[in-house]
């Protein structure tokens, strides 16, 4: 399902939550919790205020508070009902149901559990799929697991990963190892796939960025020419976000 806001940190919803998630991370929780709001009072659509009330719901003091935004969030989850924000919904449910306990309500506590259990994880975006590299493939080829990641030399890889977005496709390619051009292809999935786990209800809730894998192949049925690409600047700071993160990558 295509959705109307396509996730990027140059949105400044976006910018405002990492901006936030980075004082967190540096214990500066309560100047965190303002940033947070000042990105819920400037969202102008739904995926912000989605994204935003995720985030200022775990700055609430008080369980009640607490339990307002996150049911604010699966509210506008649910009206969006899109690819990007469905794998939220266990999460969500889970922190509302553990909300209803602190406050004693074993019922809705209940009730939200079974929901949190109900949700079927599996991926239903339909595409198109891109997968980004530098290597030199045709139409008609398939990418497989096993080979080496395309960004830690020391990693065997038990899935092949890609993404609904080109331009996440693109930076893929971009921070990918190897001296060749920038190569972004369209690719078909030979069969089931799952949320990539590296991305979805890590930093931000959902899988935004709609990135996937597949234990299995993806055959390459084209190549894109054109995708929005990122500064010099930019790609610095992902390169340096990547070598910090080497450790935390799920396969």
């Known amino acids: 399902m295509q959705v109307d806001m396509e996730f990027s940190p140059k949105n400044s919803i976006v910018r405002l939550c990492l901006q936030g998630i980075g004082l967190e991370q540096k214990g500066n929780l309560e100047e965190a919790g303002v940033v947070f709001l000042q990105a819920w ?50 999460v969500l449910h889970s922190a509302i149901a553990k909300c209803h306990e602190e406050l004693g309500d074993s019922d809705k506590a209940k009730k939200n559990h079974e929901l949190a259990a109900s949700f079927d994880d599996r991926p239903s ?13 045709r139409i008609g080829d398939f990418l497989t697991a096993g080979n080496k990641s395309n960004y830690v030399d020391e990693l065997k890889m038990k899935h092949v990963y890609f993404t609904a977005l080109a331009n996440g496709a693109g930076l893929a390619a971009a921070l990918a190892k190897g001296e060749g051009r920038e190569r972004v292809y369209v690719v078909e999935p030979a069969e089931g796939f ?13 899988n935004p960025t709609r990135s996937y894998r597949t234990h299995v192949s993806l055959k390459i049925v084209g190549e ?6 990122q500064t010099p600047e930019e790609l610095q700071k992902w390169r340096e976000r990547l070598a910090n993160g080497k450790q935390e990558i799920i396969d």
């Open 41 to 90: 009072n400037e969202a102008g659509e739904d995926h912000e205020k989605f994204i935003s009330a995720h985030f200022v719901a775990r700055h609430q003091k008080s369980i009640s508070d607490r339990l307002r935004w996150l049911e604010t969030a699966l509210a506008l989850a649910l009206k969006l009902n899109d690819d990007t924000v469905k794998s939220a919904f266990p």
């Open 125 to 137: 975006d339909k595409g198109p799929f891109y997968h980004g590299t530098k290597a030199d493939l």
């Open 194 to 206: 799952e949320n990539d786990p590296n991305v979805t209800n890590k930093l931000f809730p959902g």
């Open 224 to 229: 894109l020419e054109d995708w929005s690409g």
